[in-house]
């Protein structure tokens, strides 16, 4: 196959999948990794992707959900900071809800040995607190997303239903001043509706990057959200909008 038609195939499968993997293209496509690695270098030249360690994904579009194992390897250092900040307004005793966002896979890292109950519908979270002894972890059923490695459906909806929780910490795909807080996959969209409303208070937790963008499925307003905890400084114009709401603005100094 010349590379030039092994490029449009990627573009294809990615328009399909939204994220693809170094190694699975290197399958699919009887060539090495490296060469892979070239084609996607040259495609993020061209616009059409961004690459991450591993793989690549389409951003900007108004439905792309990107698969959790390359979402991991997105804003690292971003979503340390992020996870550092919230781990300091959990208090022993409290129950909190994180949902399927990598960003609350990292807080989960930094509460792994505190007293806590926590609701999640992340198997990534749940398989990493499992043996956490002073956790006590409550999941959240449903039908196995393979994409976010969480449940989703009308049954973790029924599930998260029946408890509320202290603090919830949610995170989205975009966030407009306009069309509010969206997320690409509508099933994740209604889980995280359900946190904010069985919440006592709410933690939208965000990159920088998801400002200024609308994605498929609404989540909810800004006036939901109790807090927001951002990686960077936020611009005059959302910091406004934030304290208009009554919206607690937790983010790195200057």
């Not at 328009?15 to 699975?24: D, G, H, R």
């Not at 972890?137 to 029946?162: E, H, P, R, T, Y």
Request: hydrophobic residues 40%; proline residues 2%.
């Amino acid at each position: 196959m010349l590379a030039i038609t092994r490029k449009e195939k990627i573009k294809e499968l990615l328009a399909e999948k939204k994220s693809v993997t170094v190694a699975e293209l290197a399958k699919m496509f009887n060539r090495t990794e490296e060469t892979i690695r070239r084609d996607l270098t040259q495609l993020e030249a061209e616009g059409f992707l961004k690459r991450i360690y591993g793989g690549a994904y389409i951003e900007d579009i108004v439905q792309s959900d990107v698969d959790v194992k390359l979402r991991e390897k997105i804003m690292v250092k971003d979503k340390e900071i992020i996870a550092n900040e919230c781990a300091k307004h959990i208090m022993d005793g409290e129950s909190i809800f994180l949902d399927a966002s990598t960003t609350s896979l990292y807080i989960a890292t930094k509460i792994k040995n505190r007293r806590l109950t926590v609701i999640t519908n992340s198997l990534k979270i749940a398989n990493l607190l499992s043996a956490a002894e002073s956790i006590r972890l409550l999941m959240i059923g449903g039908i196995l997303d393979n994409s976010s490695l969480s449940f989703v459906g009308k049954n973790a909806q029924a599930d998260m239903m029946q408890y509320f929780v202290d603090k919830a910490f949610i995170s989205c795909r975009s966030i407009h001043l306009k069309t509010g807080i969206t997320d690409s996959n509508e099933q994740q969209a209604e889980v995280r509706k359900l946190a904010i409303k069985h919440s006592n208070h709410v933690y939208l937790v965000v990159d920088h990057t998801k400002f200024d963008k609308t994605s498929f499925a609404l989540i909810g307003q800004i006036d939901e959200i109790d807090t927001v905890v951002v990686n960077r400084p936020l611009p005059p114009e959302w910091v406004e909008a934030f304290q208009a709401n009554n919206v607690n603005i937790i983010q790195p100094e200057n």
